[in-house]
């Protein structure tokens, strides 16, 4: 018996042996060459991110953080985003040349998280590890981590904002006249906003506190292919001039995130009607302003700067060989496994606590601080 776990002891000290002579091939550092079998791989390993075209303010910023962060670390960093035309393609090929060039870790901000199981098999047969950041990868084994923000409880807390906000703001007594908004189909995230958001919402609506005048309650129905503002403001047109003619007033709606609440709410203003309570998430800079003018109701402080962290800390971690930290082992099932998640805490933000929410973000808080 002792032999046989001996000899298990000598193959794996010879993989990790192997392992490491390879890195060493691509040029890589390998470390203090002592053998020591806990390593992942060279400390100066290459690192890609991928990250999807920038529709919100937080992928602009994630890049520049995730290029200084890992330099800082001691990693070379492959940050790439996809253009904002043939994006699916684009990212895929983006991946795929991350895995020729030998990247240790694949960060993926995915455009679409359905469409990357080929990528991500091809990282996994190359001895790389999968990080999904943001946004699920889905029927795939080959997805290591996921690194978020708690996205059904972003949902909870825009469906709670959009109540909270009515009861304050709509000027008189239920029911109230709602419309509802999701974000691109594309995104895994978007449903699990939504259903958060109904998680609140539907026992309003079943009980006649709310009412969705224009009836589209599905999700197919409030789409916002790409998450482009420009579909959204189309739509709120539609809204408005299919069911809210005369005198009928739009109380909320409930918007995903910052980019479409704008837009929606400058449809409604272009219509002459009165901004209803519209929610949002990101606490894009525009938005934040806009919330403290008394305009917008509500955002969700996402910090980008905690999120990048901790996807690196997980580089970190998977490069020394230790146990990656995770704090969720049962939400995230993308059809093929359950994959561990680190999911951080989303934050409600409206004018009454902005000053509080954004404490430790000071370039947020020193707009905040201009207006009070
Ligand atoms: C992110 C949101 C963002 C949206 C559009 C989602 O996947 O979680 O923060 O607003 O994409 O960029």
Redesign the pocket.
Known sequence: MKKIIVTATALVATAAFALTGCSAERGGDTGSGSGEEAAGFAADSSIGVAL?D???E??VLAGKLFTDGLEEAGFKADVQYAPASNTVAEQQNQIQAMVTNGAKVIII?AKDGKQLATQVQAAKDAGAYVIAY??LIENTEAVDYYV??D?FK?GELQGQALLDGLEARAGHEAPYNIELFS??PD????KV?FDGAMSVLQDKIDDGTLNVVSGQTEIAQTATEG?LPENAQNRMDTLLTSSYSGDTVVDGVLS?????ARAIITSVQQAGKPVPVVTG??SEVESVKSIMEGVQYST?N?DTTLLVEQAIKMVGQLQAGDTVDVNDEESYDNGAKIVPAYLLDPVIVTKENAAEAYANVPSLLEIVESYQ
């Open positions: 999807p920038k529709t919100s937080n992928w901000g943001d946004r978020a923000f996205n972003v974000g691109s995104d895994a995230n978007s906003f998450w995903p995130n910052d980019t479409l998430q990101d969700i996402k």
